[in-house]
RNA sequence: GCGGAUGUGGUGAAAUUGGUAGACACGCUAGACUUAGGAUCUAGUGCCGUGAGGUGUGCGGGUUCGAGUCCCUCCAUCCGCACCA
């Protein structure tokens, strides 16, 4: 009998579907493991074989871990709202309900095809109201919670409330505040407190809530009528559909991340991810530590905020410079300056994200005619406008110490301000032509600091500061808050809705607020989003909802806790699966989520940790990025104005012009030439001009995959031909799972032989046999060499080492002629996560009439059967190999160096020198140092 | 500019703790069996050299009996961030 892929995979696919094999429940005798995929956004192009890169990978250490004891959770489902479905809709006015649903039913055909072992009765989508109901509901709990920076935790506004009725809200407590929590709020008594008004009461209220609408600049979007993230926004354009994107101050929800940027930081110290993935959190985050420091306005009327991480340099201020939208501008500037200022901001405000980031080396600025007193000499300082400051970051303004910073320096050479230097630098340094800006060198010119190093200065600063009450020391974070709105259609609706322009939550028994019908999906004329179409769509018939959708990240922010309890109805999962799954002990996926999607996760998992829900502070324990899986495209050459095509050796000696040509249609770089010309209409009557043997060399490059380049390659054409045991294989030989690389399906055909081969093993001459005896000891050594090293691939993630074991493994087995039973059954269990099918084939025939491979226990390694009594011991000279000389292993070094040099081939390297020295490593190698 | 990663045959790669560089596979060369199968099997294949041998892990140094692996300098490529005070 022929291996036969394509019936015995969809045997075992129904086998497995018929049975519920991969259905799991809680099962407090066995210890647990949670293997996470980041789950898809149901595209309409369906899967290409970079997407099962992680499942396959992710799927064969489940299938590990439940062979060896585990009671293992791996579900998969859809992050099915998205801007894709809704743009379609925008064309075709079909709902995105119909498109995700049969694109779902797309990829799940995909799926099934590749014999994953996925719990599908656990399966959630994002877009499915049963699941968003709760994602409105933890919404709910981040609206009524606020960060209370002394617990170090989110709590209930109701506590913080009961505070202000009896306390009122001090100076001491706004002080202590952080994380974005407005720093213009005013003290006020508890009896203040009760004497304002609710809407009043709501919008002081408003500044402490973790949701919370917010009036901020955000990246708007005028072709796709949206706000996005930053992390949609790529070069001034968004990421999907390359429009221009400008910036537009706006009413926002809001998310407090910023209050849990410095947990969100530690955190990372204990999470088992890649160092390039941490590292990027922790520059997104950025913290930086610094002072704020007061300037008084030299007219008496308060004081302009600056951060600094350097106030060793407070001396070295030549002026003080304001982002254009900082607050103080309209009421500091004075009568002579006002057009300028005026006009200046103007232009910055249309300037917009883009051309301000095309042009960093331009400096532009307005003095505002106001001057500031330095806190320490009261000079006299000069207040400027420049939009290198951002309004974002720190307190809008900075204090310019040109001669010790390159952007200060930058501007005070173009306005002619004066530069003075305050530390003296260890090394030759000319300061009319950039800053000193490393913290190396003596403190000059700085009062109470002269002849301090820049350390010292740093810290006797910060105490001066502090104690004569000119600021406070102060940690800044880069993070921002994040925006949680969406001017879409196809999202979660945020379950809030307006009496008298106040915010209301809806009440947790009439969730989920369910998405209204529109007849358009697109911005209404008003420039509404489309939910403003919904003309009835009122809570209780009366009051308007909020229009915005929340972002695509929302519901992919805790997806893994629903998957621990999918259809439990009385909150996010039970408390007994919570307490029994835990977080995610294996998470796979792309880098690309480093600072959207892995961010926000985080954050709620901790915001929930502070509720109580969960009992964990981190989603996921363990994260492996699997590497992006780029195109290999293949060109033909066309001699310029004929349709005669050159082969590539050939193509230099004419004018030619590249043309991609599609992959089916090429292999092993060698071009179809009949199939080509059906290809197009255009091509009929190609010629061609052919290489050595006759054959047509393509060229190739190495590009992402995408429908126009005719590189794209889906996992079904391969899965049809080879088999996805073959496919699932190949896919982990090709290199490291975490590694980008090219696809090429040149090597497929020995990851196919390898399971001809296997099969091969147990049949003699078409027929099933295995035979029963006693296998030799070499048998049990090709066995046991190959569990210890598979095992060990596998605890290191290691798939592409893994399936080269194998072909040795079966390799030498074939040559040794074993088809011993002792020896091939443990060795199917052992290859039955890589290769899921055909190893339930073998099982099957092996005798296993009843039960699946699945429930089987995976080999272990017993080290008797490697036990050696000599090795093949390396000589080298001087460090060169030279011999191979076997010797017992229980030999001392004495012996050794005796035996190597009683051996005739010594006599030759040693060309009748003494050795200085042998060294012998026992059991590794021996080198004879002459 | 800052941060992270990578650099090994014609190609994808391996070498887990400093110990035989190139496992495994593709491709290629030669052969066997066959005559259309995208099959199977055998042998060879880093480079130079007929050979003995020499040489070889981006470049240049260093540590070591011994370096792809550790240290220093430089180069190249990829990814992320980027006026962050």
């Known amino acids: 009998m022929e291996y036969n892929p394509r019936e015995i995979e969809s045997k075992w696919q129904s086998y497995w579907k018929n049975n519920a094999t991969y259905r799991v429940s809680l099962d407090l005798n066995k210890p647990k493991f949670y293997v996470l995929d980041m789950f898809p956004y149901p595209s309409g192009a369906g899967l290409h074989v970079g997407h099962p890169l992680g499942y396959i990978a992710s799927d064969i250490y489940a299938r590990y871990k439940k062979l060896s004891g585990f009671n293992v959770l791996h579900p998969m489902g859809y992050d099915s709202f998205g801007l894709p479905a809704e743009q379609y809709a925008i064309q075709t006015g079909q709902h995105p309900a119909i498109t995700t649903q049969q694109n779902i039913a797309r990829y799940r055909e995909q799926l099934d095809k590749l014999g994953f072992n996925y719990d599908w009765s656990r399966e959630v989508r994002t877009s499915s109201p049963e699941y968003y109901a709760w994602t409105q509901w933890i919404f709910r709990q981040l609206f009524n919670h606020w960060y209370n920076p002394v617990t170090d935790k989110a709590e209930p506004i109701d506590q913080l409330i ?100 410095q947990r969100l930081l530690d955190g990372l110290d204990t999470l088992d991810w890649f160092d390039s993935i941490k590292e990027t959190q922790r520059n997104w985050i950025g913290r930086s530590e610094g002072a704020s420091v007061h300037f008084p306005l030299e007219n008496g009327q308060g004081s302009i905020e600056v951060f600094t991480t350097r106030p060793d340099t407070l001396f070295g201020v030549s002026f003080v410079t304001l982002a254009p939208e900082h607050d103080l501008v309209h009421t500091l500037t004075t009568l002579d300056q006002k057009s300028a200022v005026e006009a200046y901001v103007n232009s910055s405000k249309n300037r917009s994200e883009r051309e301000r980031m095309a042009d960093v ?144 939550l809806i009440d947790e028994p009439s969730l989920p607020l369910t998405l209204p019908e529109v007849e358009s ?56 699966a919570i307490d029994y799954w835990g977080n995610v002990d294996l998470y796979m996926g792309g880098a690309e989520h480093a600072t959207g999607h892995l961010l926000y996760a985080r954050f709620w998992c901790k915001f929930l940790r502070d509720l109580g829900l969960v009992p964990f502070d981190e989603p996921f ?102 088999g996805a045991d073959t496919l699932r294989m190949y896919e982990m030989f090709l290199g490291p799972v975490e590694q980008s ?39 049990w050594k090709i066995l046991h060499k ?109 012996e050794v160096q005796k035996a190597v040099l009683e051996h005739k081939d010594s006599v030759k390297w040693l060309e009748g020198n003494i050795p200085k020295k042998i060294i012998v490593v026992p059991g590794k190698i021996v080198n004879v140092v002459l």
């Not at 340094?429 to 000193?436: N, P, R, S, T, V």
């Not at 769509?537 to 695509?552: A, F, N």
């Open 361 to 504: 080396n331009t400096v532009s600025g307005v003095f505002t005619g106001a001057y500031v007193l330095h806190p320490f000499t009261q000079e006299k300082i000069p207040v400027w406008i420049g939009d290198y400051v951002l309004v974002g970051y720190g307190t809008g303004a900075v204090m310019a110490v040109p001669a010790h910073d390159e952007r200060d320096f930058k501007f005070a050479k173009f306005f002619s301000l004066p530069i003075l230097p305050v530390i003296s630098p260890n090394q030759e340094h000319d300061f009319e032509e950039g800053a000193w800006g490393t913290k190396e060198g003596t403190l000059i010119n700085s009062g109470f600091l002269n002849g301090l190093a820049v350390k010292e200065a740093l810290s006797n600063m910060l105490d001066a500061i502090e104690r004569e009450g000119k600021g406070l020391r102060k940690v800044n974070f880069r993070l921002r808050d994040a925006v949680f709105g969406r001017q879409r259609y196809w999202g979660e609706p945020i379950p809030v809705y307006y009496k008298d322009e106040v915010p209301y």
């Open 741 to 779: 690389k090219p696809w090429d399906t040149k090597g497929i055909t020995g990851v196919h032989g390898f399971l001809k081969k296997y099969w091969k093993l147990f049949h003699k001459e078409g027929t099933f046999e295995v035979t029963t005896t006693e296998p030799a000891k070499e048998h």
């Open 786 to 894: 190959t569990i210890k090293k598979i095992r060990d691939d596998l605890d290191r993630f290691s798939f592409n080492t893994g399936v080269s074991t194998f072909m040795i493994c079966v390799n030498e087995l074939l040559e040794a002629r074993c088809n011993h039973r002792e020896i091939l059954e443990p060795l199917t269990v052992l290859l039955a996560p890589y290769a899921p099918h055909i190893t339930e084939e073998i099982w099957e025939k092996l005798g296993h009439a009843s039960g699946s491979l699945c429930d089987a226990t995976y080999p272990t390694f017993d080290p008797e059967f490697l036990v050696e009594s000599a090795y093949d011991y390396p000589i080298s000279f001087n460090g060169k190999m030279r011999f191979i000389l076997n010797l017992p292993l229980d030999y001392g070094i004495d």
């Open 162 to 261: 009961a505070q202000f009725e009896t306390e009122g809200f001090a100076e001491e407590q706004r002080a202590s505040l952080h994380g974005g929590i407005e720093a213009n709020l005013e003290p006020f008594t508890a009896e203040e407190w009760k004497a304002f008004n609710e809407k009043t009461q709501r919008e002081i209220l408003m500044n402490f809530r973790l949701a919370y609408l917010g009036e901020s600049y955000v990246n708007w979007c005028p072709a796709l009528g949206t706000v996005l993230a930053n992390d949609e926004v790529i070069n001034g354009f968004s990421e999907r559909g390359g429009h221009p994107v400008e910036r537009k101050l706006l009413k926002q929800w809001n998310l407090r991340i910023t209050a849990y940027a």
């Open 521 to 576: 999906y697109l911005p209404t004329e008003d420039g509404d989003p489309p939910l403003g179409r919904a003309k009835q769509w009122k809570h209780q018939g009366l009051y308007d909802y909020e229009q915005s959708t929340m972002p695509g990240w929302a519901g992919s922010s805790w997806y893994f806790i629903r998957y621990l309890d999918p259809q439990y109805p009385k909150g996010l999962a039970s408390k007994e």
């Open 621 to 722: 324990k363990k994260m492996i990025n699997q590497g992006m899986i780029l195109g290999r495209s293949s060109f033909v050459y066309r001699i310029v104005g004929t349709t005669t095509f050159v082969s590539k050796e050939l193509k230099d000696n004419y004018t030619t012009n590249p043309i991609h040509v599609d992959i089916s249609l090429v292999d092993n770089d060698r071009l179809d030439l009949e199939g080509f010309k059906a290809w197009r209409a255009e091509f009929q009557d190609a010629e061609f001009i052919l290489g050595a043997n006759g054959e047509y060399v393509c060229g190739v490059e190495i590009e992402k995959m995408s429908k126009s380049k005719y590189n794209v390659q889906t996992p079904d054409e391969l899965v049809e031909r080879f």
